[in-house]
């Protein structure tokens, strides 16, 4: 039996990127049981893609009941609700097997991984301030976008003087605005720049000189995105609501790096629940970014832990 339910979370504090705000996260949780076993896993749809809480809802009704995981790769294209069906059934092998998922996926057992903290778009003022307040951190991710980033920027760089920095466009800028910003992006220590511009028009990142390595993120969703990507990024990121879940997002991985390009691993804004299995994908990762908890008033029972600017690996309690 599947069932899907819609979940909502409210975050610690307003959320905003250059699409807008929100004050809470709105996931679906997927529950997987057979034979008295429940596994269960979490997406977040996302408008950017045409994805609401209702088309994700009908897509994963429409499912048989007994679909198996290698039936679901081919049932749902990538998507939140192939993630949220796929983690399922992850968990509910891993239950039903008495063993650990990344043992039944032949892969070591993760270990802690630093991961970014984001701080959302606001007034240069506020940013400072919020900087400020997560200096300790080892990695800052910041939203941008807009016609007036460079005073955010430097007041994020006053703010937190030894972080490093990468810098979340969520594909704001144009191509004169990117040109005209790397320089100081340059001079300001900025280790990466992610999805600079539109997803339709970054055919204007070939042949650029690379000041900062540029990050796919709207561009890349699974691995069919590869072959749009090159001599326009050295990075992608893998999120597994983009990917349709921790299959196709290993099998991502793997061809990524054999291809050659470096691996972040990121999240919307979700759970622990969401967050657990991609902690898998981050092993290894060059960068990453699930800091999606963090941003949370409440999160799952059993969540995962974080210290140190460091996420743990999943207990059985909450996934895997």
């Known amino acids: 039996m599947i069932t899907v339910t819609a979940d909502v979370f409210r975050l610690a504090e307003v959320f905003t990127i250059s699409r807008g705000s929100r004050t809470e996260a709105k996931v679906l949780t997927v529950r997987v049981e057979r034979d008295g076993i429940l596994g269960w896993g979490e997406c977040v749809p996302y408008a950017r893609y045409e994805e609401s809480l209702e088309s994700v809802t009908a897509q994963i009704n429409g499912l048989p009941a007994d679909i198996t995981r290698a039936e679901l790769q081919h049932a749902l294209p990538a998507g939140a609700a192939r993630n949220a069906v796929d983690c399922a059934l992850w968990d509910l092998e891993a239950k039903a097997a008495g063993k650990r998922v990344w043992d039944l996926a032949g892969l070591p057992a993760p270990v802690p991984v630093t991961t970014a903290y984001t701080l959302s778009l606001d007034t240069p003022e506020n940013m400072q301030r919020k900087a400020a307040e997560n200096a300790h951190r080892p990695i800052l991710k910041i939203k941008l976008g807009t016609p007036d980033d460079m005073p955010r920027l430097e007041a994020v760089r006053r703010g937190a003087p030894d972080a490093k920095i990468i810098v979340d466009a969520n594909e704001g800028w144009t191509i004169e605005s990117f040109l005209d910003l790397a320089p100081h992006l340059v001079r300001l220590g900025v280790a990466l720049v992610e999805q600079p511009l539109p997803a339709a028009g970054d055919e204007d990142l070939i042949g650029l000189d690379r000041l900062v390595p540029v990050c796919a993120d709207e561009s890349c969703h699974d691995r069919r995105s590869l072959d749009h990507l090159k001599g326009k990024y050295d ?86």
């Open 235 to 320: 990075v992608i990121n893998i999120k597994l609501d983009k990917t349709g879940g921790l299959t196709e997002a290993l099998e991502l991985r793997n061809l990524a790096r054999a291809q050659g390009y470096q691996v972040m691993v990121g999240c919307m804004v979700g759970s622990s629940l969401a967050m657990a299995p991609a902690v898998l994908v981050a092993q290894g990762a060059e960068v990453v970014d699930l800091d999606g908890p963090l941003l949370l008033a409440e999160d799952r029972d059993a969540p995962l832990h974080y210290d140190g600017g460091k996420v743990f690996p999943p207990e059985p309690g909450l996934w895997g």
